[in-house]
């Protein structure tokens, strides 16, 4: 064995950063497959006598109140990995209730691998699977919607919620059901994706004007943990006269469509960059149900996105949503999750640019 430190293990998918959730932690570097082996976690090869004799330690330096996590991971029948030294990278990377990478093991090794599609800029996070005992010594800030507040493994989390409502005095119903989550249907992984195309680039900063989607892309956008960092603001404006008045639409033109074509979703979108002063603007204007004046059968919905390029020049980016049989509601949240994830695909930078 060498007595030489190992330099820090790297990753040609990520890089060390400060994190936005708690001290540094590790970002994509560019866009990564789900699937992807991102980084190994290494460390020191122990045995379970060994681990044992760690895990006691760090017990009573707990319980004198210090502050110290375990970084041990079970490697086989005999063999435990003791990732808390200085060489092993991914040690940095934080927990998330909602993660995008995972622990795996392969080669031989414990990996850290892409457990969905992660965009470049994204901050990477695993599920750090923590005991159900002492499970208020950490604190948890991911900000995911099934965050119960504490880091703690997933299959326990039914049951801090429970405390947490027993102790506030309410009556908790059922025994293992977690409590309804009207976030539960959110598409939290792409709004994730979103929040790291505007951190690779700080000079881009987006407006919003909605027509169809009535303030819904607001409100997902609003939720993005750090959202004031890059969102400037945006309005809902139902008629054309408010279009007109106070996005800057062009009378005629929305006139002879009754406000729903490309152009106007563009004009829109432009409208409510100048107005918010920010770079990047998104505009829905469509039917969010069948119209019988309009002659609509098939609710659908135009949507564009527009960034300010050099000179007064737009780039411009536009699409069509079709709602075949879906109520308005459905519409209008189909629509919006079109939206956030066409961004993410629009704003992406090319390899290497990143802007930090
Ligand atoms: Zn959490």
Partial sequence: MSNKTPKPSTSPWARTSDSTVHGRGLTATKDVPKGTRVIEYVGDKITKAESDRRDELHRARREKGEDCCVYIFELDQTYDIDGDVAWNTARLINHSCDPNCKPEYAEGGIWITARRDIAQGEELNYDYGFDWENYDEHACRCGAPTCCGYIIDKSHRWRVRKFIA?????????????????????KWADLMRLKARFEIDPKRSLAIAESLTCGQLQSRVGLIPGASNF???????????AKVELLGVNRGTAEACNAV???????????????????????????????????????FAYWAIVQKGPRGTWVE????????????????????????????????????????
């Fill in 261 to 299: 074509s490309e152009t106007v979703a563009k004009q829109m979108a432009r409208g409510v960059v100048q107005k918010f002063g920010a770079t990047v603007g998104v505009a829905t204007t469509g039917y969010a149900e069948p119209d019988d004046q309009q002659r609509v059968e098939v609710p």
């Fill in 166 to 186: 027993e102790k506030a005095g309410k009556k908790v119903k059922g025994k293992k059901k977690p409590l309804a989550n009207p976030l539960a249907k959110l």
């Fill in 231 to 241: 969102f400037r603001g945006g309005m809902t404006t139902y008629t054309i006269d």
């Fill in 317 to 356: 980016t536009t699409g069509v949503v079709k709602g075949k049989g879906l109520i308005r509601a459905a519409m209008q949240a189909k629509v919006a999750d079109k939206v956030i994830a066409q961004l993410v695909e629009t704003l992406k930078l090319p390899d290497g640019e990143s802007q930090s």
